[in-house]
């Protein structure tokens, strides 16, 4: 069983639309992050978060700890942010990320 | 605003060679990552390096592999011996040791063994 389990695995959408990704996983985590990576293969870190809700631009990330579940919202979405969105979890007590297998987000105009 | 870089962006070897990936992590952080992400599939972790040694590594991290800081900015990844199964994208990471787990993650090199 994937420690980290993202859906939907491909997701595409009109321009405009509001978009959710969401990430469950299954074990004791010091944090979790949303990541980027666009066709050119390079990763940006979009959020890390241990608790609660954080916004940047459009973007929302939400955790429910309890329930060991987050997720991502694209408000507005645009073709530019097409890309493939990554769900990473800290694992308590280590020092690795362990990844989800990742949504691939389509925008189309 | 500072970044990891990763060099070179792409390495062709042949099979049983060795190759040497090179990254200049953040000048400020102390807490160094290799991951790997064979095409298709999802990022991987190998290693994490720290106070110049080995702090955790993967059951993929074998004999095979090693890491090393040479000087105050470079942080390596080694493979002694290439097989094709080491394709891969290998991107490098860097955190800080206070202020939360944020990894900032290299642009990535790309493997491929021929």
């Known amino acids: 069983k994937n420690e980290v389990e993202q859906s939907p695995q491909n997701l595409t959408a009109q321009e405009g639309e509001f978009i959710t990704i969401n990430c469950s996983y299954s074990?004791?985590?010091?944090?979790l992050h949303w990541l980027q990576q666009h066709p050119g293969g390079g990763i940006v870190s979009l959020f890390m978060?241990?608790?609660g809700k954080k916004k940047h631009g459009r973007l929302i990330a939400t955790i429910n700890i309890q329930e060991k579940h987050s997720s991502l919202h694209i408000t507005a979405s645009h073709p530019r942010d097409s890309a493939v969105y990554i769900c990473?979890?800290?694992?308590?007590?280590?020092?690795?990320?362990?990844f989800g297998q990742g949504t691939r987000l389509t925008i189309n105009p | 605003e500072p970044e990891v870089t990763q060099t070179p962006s792409h390495q062709v070897t042949q099979m049983g060679q060795e190759v040497i990936l090179r990254c200049v992590p953040i000048?400020?952080?102390?807490?160094f990552y290799w991951y790997r992400q064979i095409l298709g599939q999802k990022v991987e972790f190998l290693v994490s390096?720290?106070?110049?040694?080995?702090?955790?590594k993967s059951e993929i991290f074998d004999d095979q592999f090693s890491v090393e800081r040479p000087d105050g900015s470079n942080f390596t990844l080694k493979i002694r011996s290439t097989k094709l199964e080491d394709s891969a994208m290998y991107f490098c990471?860097?955190?800080?040791?206070?202020?939360?787990?944020?990894?900032?993650f290299g642009p990535g090199t790309r493997l491929t063994v021929t």
């Open positions: 990471a860097s955190r800080r040791t206070s202020g939360g787990y944020e990894q900032y």
């Open positions: 074990v004791g985590i010091s944090a």
């Open positions: 978060l241990s608790s």
């Open positions: 990473a979890v800290g694992i308590q007590g280590a020092q690795k990320l362990v």
């Open positions: 000048s400020n952080h102390l807490y």
């Open positions: 390096f720290y106070n110049n040694e080995i702090s955790e």
